[in-house]
């Protein structure tokens, strides 16, 4: 009787384990999350942010209705040239990550919205952690 009751303790507790195995969940604070107000005719536009996470992870797409494509570049002068290159962000866990201007900083291509100062728009970030895919929004102030 003694046996099969440990036998049955043993096998609650290893089932439930897994539920309590997996530690914090993934989350990110964020900081002047900000994107230039769209100029009449342009299609274009620049974004910045400080974004921190509690776990190390990458940034490998960003989405967002009405904007064709959203990419992160790195930007450096060449003497009078501007050099720019698609990256993709790794963040290290709890440690600052700044998209900024002269740096690296988000490119919005196509956009099909008017985007004015004062306003907000939601960008749907997809981070890669080590053994998952995570998408958290994130609210942008237009200027």
């Given amino acids: 009787m003694m046996r099969t009751y440990n036998s049955l303790i043993f096998f609650i507790l290893f089932s439930l384990f897994p539920l309590f195995s997996y530690g914090e969940e993934f989350s990110i604070s964020n900081e002047n999350s900000v994107i230039s107000e769209l100029r009449p005719g342009q299609k274009i536009a620049i974004g910045f942010m400080d974004i921190t996470a509690n776990k190390d992870a990458k940034i490998i797409n960003i989405k967002a209705k009405m904007i064709g ?3 992160t570049h790195s930007m450096i002068m060449d ?10 962000p790794e963040l290290v866990k ?13 490119m919005l291509f196509d956009i099909n919205r008017e985007l004015k100062a004062g306003g907000n728009v939601n960008l749907l970030f ?3 952690l080590r053994n998952k895919i995570i998408t958290k929004p994130i609210k942008f102030m237009i200027k």
């Fill in 69 to 71: 494509r959203i990419e």
């Fill in 94 to 106: 709890n440690k600052k990550y700044k998209l900024k201007p002269g740096g690296n900083h988000l």
């Fill in 79 to 88: 003497g009078e040239i501007m050099k720019m290159r698609k990256i993709t």
């Fill in 126 to 128: 997809t981070f890669q």
